[in-house]
């Protein structure tokens, strides 16, 4: 008896010994599976660029994982005590894995011989996430276990419930319960109520299955599920059970997740941001970056100009048009009209608004930023503020007859008004207003255009403009943000700021890595600029801009159309003293709009409405939009003659006033010339034939 006692207990300990050994075997080889403790001490969970717009509401992240952070702080107890009731009811109890629920998970996979069952804890659950993947294989599963215990040595419990709420997926590329949270219900997790919380918590099982979006009817079965064992555990009263049962489904799916509308602009900063930090990080670093735009605006005004451009191709019949493709396909040759916004802050360069083009999905091209384009009479405030700070003058006279510049014995341009009238004698303010050809072709032509070309440098365009005569009329190529930041210039006393397009970036710990302030530069006396814009003032109250009177926005606002030749591009660029705001369109291959398809008519029915929205949310953030453009010391006023120029002289003529830097207005009722000509040499009978003679050879 007592050696088969012994014999038992030999083999016995040889199995235990055998089974201890393949046991220890076992973990020691998937232990150098797994990753070092290093690693898992310092585990942080990724997230993308958090995109914030200037109003502070969050409207994109880039991220590899669509995922925003949270903090356990932020997590409310019926959230926490939501998943705890469905997936780990031992979670305080346990250290990474509950052996009960385990053992009963392993028995059920064995007699069905699937390994479907889960049993795994909120511990191995993240232990899958954060380092193995999804395969429900038995090696995974030792693992899985192994790192849990990890974890757990590791993290306090709020800590593993906080990356665990940031690391869960919730299908459609949604990571993390603020991410969801947003994306749902448009608010932040620390607001779900009891209903929201159960719903999102029930989504974890299967996201895709349980989305309130593709299947609402299993959702909020699933939902009601999760309510009913936080009634059972005595996490909610019956009052909360009954009210959160009875709670409407209401999803808001728009205000986290930006749209089309304000991608051109996040495309840009993308690329800015890559730039700066490298795109690793932008994706995956936790940056948070605070930008100029005005999101609200940014909708509008992309809705008002396709509402406009889809109302000219049906007027119009274009052959191609912007609804024969679906707005959701991708890459595609746009034939159809096509479209920009720019809106800037005069005095601090924030860019507001930037629409690209009327749908980023069908061409990422920004036609903003990277299309060269002619800017036709547009162009022309560059031309007269040269002229300014020539010597010219409001009141100067300018002689609009017929001229034909020649070179090297041939016609080299003859310059002509849009409507192929003359005027005969003209001051510099009426032939801005109706924007004659003939009388700023006569001027380029005086104080050389190279000095054009040398301000438009200075005012910030970077294309390459040769100095021809016939950059008069707006010849060369512009990329547009530029041209309509150059007319912030006359709005900011004389002041060049370049576009700003985020104020701040911070790291995840909210330490600033880079801030963007407005660094003004005067590039023209503030006195030219001022007279600039009462030039420009004009071409709004009486000129070719006039509709945007007549249509009824009265602010102080100043501004000038552009057409080109065969009407290929059409602008508006205005400006009121806090925003400086220009459209265009025209089509990607260049080619006409049709006849009539001026600046006026193309672009002025979408700059009204978006200009008197931008006004309009000015007035209801408590600044006074009534305020006129402050006038520099310096400038005086003068009664003059409306036919001369010249200070009056005779009983019966017509008297106006006018603005003058002081010392440069009239002294004189008359001379021999009797205008106010300058120079004189373009008096009447000696401009008639001019001969050009170019710096650079001529290319055009």
Same mark, same amino acid.
């Given at each position: ?17 055998? =089974? ?81 629920? /385990? ?21 191995? +659950? ?42 869960? @997926? %919730? ?26 919380? *159960? ?21 909020? +079965? ?42 051109? %602009? ?20 936790? #940056?948070?970056?605070?930008?100029? #735009? ?5 909708? @509008?005004?992309?809705?008002? =100009?396709?509402?406009? /451009? ?50 980023? +999905? ?21 031309? @007269? ?6 010597? @010219?003058?409001?009141?100067? =006279? ?40 003939? *009388? ?35 010849? *060369? ?5 530029? /041209? ?72 102080? *606002? ?13 602008? %508006? ?44 949310? +000015? ?82």
């Amino acid at each position: 008896m007592k050696k088969q006692v012994i014999k038992f207990l030999k083999i016995f300990f040889g199995l235990f010994l055998f =089974m201890t050994g393949m046991i220890s075997g076992l973990f020691w080889f998937y232990s150098r599976q797994l990753p070092p403790i290093s690693e898992v001490q310092s585990y942080q969970v990724n997230s993308g660029t958090e995109v914030y717009d200037s109003k502070g509401n969050l409207i994109h992240i880039f991220a590899v994982e669509n995922r925003k952070l949270t903090q356990y702080n932020d997590l409310p107890p019926h959230l926490i005590n939501a998943v705890l009731v469905v997936e780990d009811e031992n979670f305080y109890n346990h250290w990474g894995i509950d052996i009960i629920g /385990l053992m009963r998970a392993i028995i059920v996979d064995i007699i069905k011989m699937d390994f479907s069952q889960g049993g795994s804890t909120i511990s191995q +659950q993240l232990a899958r996430n954060m380092f193995l993947n999804m395969d429900k294989k038995i090696p995974r599963k030792i693992k899985e276990a192994m790192l849990a215990v990890l974890i757990e040595r590791n993290f306090t419990k709020a800590e593993i419930l906080e990356i665990y709420f940031n690391k869960i @997926y %919730f299908g459609g590329g949604i990571y993390g319960i603020e991410t969801a949270s947003y994306r749902y219900f448009g608010k932040a997790t620390k607001d779900l109520t009891i209903s929201e919380a *159960c719903l999102l918590v029930g989504m974890i099982q299967r996201p895709n299955y349980y989305s309130p979006l593709k299947n609402p009817d299993k959702s909020i +079965q699933r939902r009601n599920f999760v309510l009913k064992k936080m009634f059972d555990k005595g996490y909610i009263s019956a009052n909360q059970y009954e009210e959160a049962l009875s709670e409407e489904l209401k999803l808001d799916v728009h205000r986290f997740v930006s749209s089309t509308n304000s991608n051109y %602009f996040l495309d840009y900063l993308r690329i800015r941001l890559e730039r700066k930090f490298g795109t690793e990080r932008v994706f995956n670093g936790g #940056l948070k970056v605070y930008t100029t #735009l005005d999101n609200a605006l940014q909708v @509008y005004a992309d809705s008002i =100009m396709n509402d406009y /451009l889809k109302t000219l191709e049906i007027q119009r019949g274009f052959p191609v048009k912007y609804t024969d493709f679906s707005p959701t396909i991708s890459n595609i040759k746009t034939d159809y009209i096509q479209g920009g916004v720019f809106a800037i802050d005069p005095t601090t360069g924030y860019v507001q608004v930037m629409i690209g083009g009327r749908n980023f +999905q069908h061409s990422k091209f920004n036609r903003m930023t990277q299309a060269k384009r002619q800017p036709g009479s547009a162009f022309k405030p560059l031309v @007269y503020t040269a002229a300014l700070e020539k010597g @010219y003058t409001l009141s100067t =006279m300018l002689n609009d007859s017929p001229v034909t510049f020649y070179k090297e014995g041939k016609v080299y341009w003859e310059p002509k008004n849009y409507d192929l009238s003359y005027y005969n004698i003209v001051s510099l303010r009426n032939s801005i207003k109706k924007s004659m050809n003939v *009388c700023v072709g006569k001027m380029i032509y005086d104080i050389g255009p190279q000095n054009v070309v040398s301000l438009a440098k200075n005012f910030g365009l970077t294309t390459t403009i040769p100095p021809y005569i016939s950059l008069a009329v707006g010849s *060369c190529e512009v990329y547009p943000y530029e /041209l309509i930041n150059a007319f912030s210039i006359f709005a900011n006393n004389g002041q060049k700021v370049k576009a700003i397009f985020y104020t701040k970036v911070t790291d995840h710990q909210g330490r600033v890595l880079e801030e963007v302030k407005p660094e003004p530069i005067k590039v023209i006396d503030e006195k030219i600029a001022w007279l600039m814009t009462s030039l420009l003032k004009g071409v709004v109250d009486h000129g070719t801009a006039y509709p945007i009177r007549s249509w009824g926005f009265l602010n102080p *606002c100043g501004g000038k159309t552009g057409t080109t030749d065969d009407y290929r591009d059409a602008w %508006f660029i205005g400006y009121t003293p806090k925003l400086v705001l220009g459209v265009w369109t025209g089509f990607d291959n260049n080619t006409s709009l049709g006849s009539g398809m001026t600046g006026s008519y193309a672009t002025l029915p979408i700059w009204i409405p978006i200009m008197k929205k931008a006004v309009d949310m +000015q007035m209801r953030a408590g600044e006074d939009v009534n305020v006129d453009f402050p006038q520099p010391d310096g400038i005086v006023e003068v009664n003059i003659s409306k036919q001369r120029g010249f200070l009056p002289k005779y009983m019966n003529e017509t008297v106006i006033k006018e603005y003058f830097i002081d010392g440069t207005q009239p002294t004189v009722q008359s001379d021999s010339l009797k205008y106010n000509f300058y120079p004189s040499r373009l008096r009447p009978g000696r401009d008639r034939k001019l001969i050009v003679q170019e710096i650079h050879p001529e290319k055009e």
